[in-house]
């Protein structure tokens, strides 16, 4: 789960001049429903297509790239192949809470894969695992192991209530090692180690922080 | 006759779902009905409502479901398209309405036909056609197999298979369709026995003439190569290769005097002992009473519904079964229910049709293919895949294993992380290094045989 930038500057205007008010009210009430896509298609910008949580790539990049961006305005060109539905994800109020009182609020948004998402259901992720946060890095809470290709705890970790928190995170709020979800980022690590070991060229687009850390391929 | 689409607008946990039961585009069948199609889904998604309304839309019979349901609550909320004919070349859309004439109310099936798209037919003349030749003439009747079969294998009492419009084996013994071939049998049986009375009268009448002795043994044998033997037929031929898995086969030499002496089936191991009806296994029964209804009856042009053909079964009959039970019949549509990943391995990935529940407790079907219905777009080939794939990926289960392995495989990798570590400051000479290194070995050891 690596560290997101929530770049705001292809944001629709006046979706970012309510988040820019310091007292926005609820945002349920102020209708965005009608620039979802612009919300949707900008986190995936800023999450690389990933989900938020596993990097299981949910989200093709010709839906996501800057020339389907019109005045502003979120438009997919009719002649691409895709249509603005073909992507695995669902939209994650990363504490549950908050959706009650800003639903648009940008800040609290992810993409998340809609079988993990239907997984996190409404339980919250602890505060310092945001993955936006200024000082959030995977390699303070989590560690890869290439054998197994799970996740685990940092194991410099001595607070055992800590260690317990992020071992629940991983196995029951962000299903980092859920069955398809593993077996999948294996296969794409083994995959991408033939193709190194081939020397053939290769781009990674998907499980950025498993891959970083077995091949030392930063993206 | 098969079914094409199942639409429900409202019934039960559906709503506005439907089903397109053809094949995809890009397939060699593309836009045909298809031959098989496995429910699967999660307990009380509704697959053996599936199955048990078919009857009632394509024979007007009412099962369990429609008796509990009552009639009221599939008025005007479902419609079933099929295709039907000897080259399919009728196809209408079944759907139950009231209607209001002469002052009183009565439910009853109505029909849109169509001959073709282009060519608009009177739907009357159709309607007649299916009943009274397709139904009658051509197709066999619709065949239901509940997950709960009786197992009972006596083959006296009263039979009402197939006499209320299908055969229905939730309501009728299976054992019954024995009758079919009890005749059969018997006239086998007496005329074996009249040749071997003759040979008899033979031996006592010239028992020093080895040629005539000679010529009335081959007369049996002769007539033994010759002669169609119902019982060694089903054994060759169904049930002696489904039995084989339990070292059992059909016993076919029988000591049998008169019709009453030939009871059902008989059975033994393959040293010639036979097994008591009484001693049936389960599994011994599943196979034998579910396989040979469709053997016996020979169903054509029709539509077999199966729930929970996995009940009993080993895994290996499982990887089989549904190949060989399209073999015993003739152009007809299977529709099963299983919960079986084995089951389900058997199957296209467009003839499975995956129910679950959304977040408002109603059904929907998960799609297999991204895009366009095309084989091409399926993500998906369980016939292709390994069994814990299909368990993880459309059964969905979350793990590859037990909880207990999960922790395992959790603690592994926290050793190989801890260990790792050490090596790269160089410390994987140091007692604590050593101790996780025998952890993990133990650990691997435990695990490893059986992959991550």
Sequence with gaps: ?219 | MKITKIHLKDFHQFKDLTIDLTYPKGHEKEGQPLDKVCFIGQSGTGKTSLIELIPKFLYFYDTQLIVKSGVKSIIDKIIMSIEFGKENEYSAQLYFSVSESEGTKSTKRCWATRKKREELTDSTPIYTYYTETWQKEFASKLIYLPANLNFDIEVEGESKMGKNGIIDFSKDKVSFVWNLILEQIQSYQEQELQIRQEILRTVEQASNDLTTIERALSKLKEWKKTEFNPIQDIADNCLNRLLAPFKLRVKTELDIKSKDDIGFIKIEDYAGNEIPNGLWSTGTKQVVLSAMPLYLLKPKHTVILFDEPERSLYPDLQRFIIDFYSSLAEDCQFFYSTHSPIIASNFEPWEIVELKFNEDGYVYRELYYEGENHVDNYKYNPRYMRWDDILQRIFDMENDGSPLRKEKLDELATYNVKYKKLEKQKKAETEEAKTILQKVQKLTKELSAWEN
């Design chain 1, 1 to 219: 789960m690596r560290k997101i930038d929530k770049i705001k500057d292809s944001l629709p205007s006046k979706y970012k001049k309510w988040l820019a008010k310091e007292n926005k009210g609820n945002g349920a009430n102020k209708n965005f429903r009608d620039q979802y896509d612009d919300i949707v298609m900008n986190l995936y910008k800023c999450q690389k297509g990933v989900c938020a949580y596993t990097e299981a790539y949910i989200c093709p990049s010709e839906l996501y790239g800057e020339n389907n961006w019109t005045t502003g305005k979120y438009i997919i060109p009719n002649e691409t192949e895709f249509s603005r539905v073909d992507h695995r994800g669902e939209l994650d109020h990363f504490d549950p809470e908050n959706k009650k009182v800003q639903y648009w609020n940008w800040d609290n948004l992810f993409m998340i894969e809609a079988k993990i998402n239907s997984i996190k259901s409404n339980k919250p992720v602890i505060t310092y695992l945001k993955p936006d946060l200024n000082d959030y890095s995977p390699l303070k809470y989590f560690e890869y192991d290439d054998q197994t290709h799970r996740f685990v705890p940092n194991t410099d970790i001595d607070d055992t209530n800590m260690v317990s928190e992020i071992k629940y995170m991983i196995d029951e709020v962000l299903s980092l090692n859920h069955g398809v979800v593993r077996k999948d980022r294996e296969n794409y690590i083994n995959e991408l180690k033939d193709k190194k070991q081939r020397g053939q060229a290769f781009i990674v687009d998907r499980f950025f922080t498993s891959v970083e850390w077995v091949l030392d391929e930063r993206t």
